[in-house]
């Protein structure tokens, strides 16, 4: 016949019966993460409008006659292209919060404060766009290291 395990037998099993509590802890852990998580769908939701402004401009929703794509040089509309779709890439992974969308992300600050520094003719290097994505980068940098320091070694 089929024995019952005994009492002691079934603690040393792996499944624990014991009551689980949904009380709400009133403790902070996580709060570093929860933070990083909120700061980067902020981001993906910038990055998002930033790449459909982007599109805007291939399509020509925005600007005037003198502004369309056609009439710009190649190297403005290589520089639009690119954003258009990294933006959204990167707003993807920014909001499902992935290590490979903050890789994209930063790939597209680095790429921007280049193209303003380097090639002002492009966009006409606007030292504004590169202080923000340096103060977005420094947050971003402060944050995931605050979130690393709460996770147990």
């Not at 792996?14 to 689980?20: G, H, T």
């Not at 910038?46 to 005037?64: D, P, R």
Request: glycine content about 6%; aromatic content about 12%; cysteine-free.
């Amino acid at each position: 016949m089929s024995e019952v395990p005994s009492r002691d037998t079934a603690r040393d099993g792996a499944i624990s019966v014991d009551a689980i509590s949904s009380e709400r802890r009133d403790t902070d852990d996580g709060a570093w993460t929860r933070r990083l998580v909120f700061f980067l769908r902020i981001m993906a939701v910038i990055a998002i409008a930033k790449g459909l402004y982007h599109w805007a401009q291939v399509t020509g929703f925005v600007g005037g006659e003198e502004d369309a794509f056609e009439n710009q040089s190649m190297a403005w509309q290589t520089a639009t292209i690119y954003f258009a779709v990294i933006e959204l890439v990167a707003a993807v992974g920014l909001w499902l919060a992935t290590p490979w969308g903050a890789v994209v992300w930063l790939t597209t600050v680095v790429s921007m404060a280049v193209i303003e520094l380097m090639f002002p003719a492009i966009y006409g290097g606007s030292l504004t766009v590169v202080v923000m994505d340096a103060v977005m980068l420094a947050a971003y940098l402060t944050l995931a290291w605050m979130a690393s320091r709460e996770r147990p070694p």
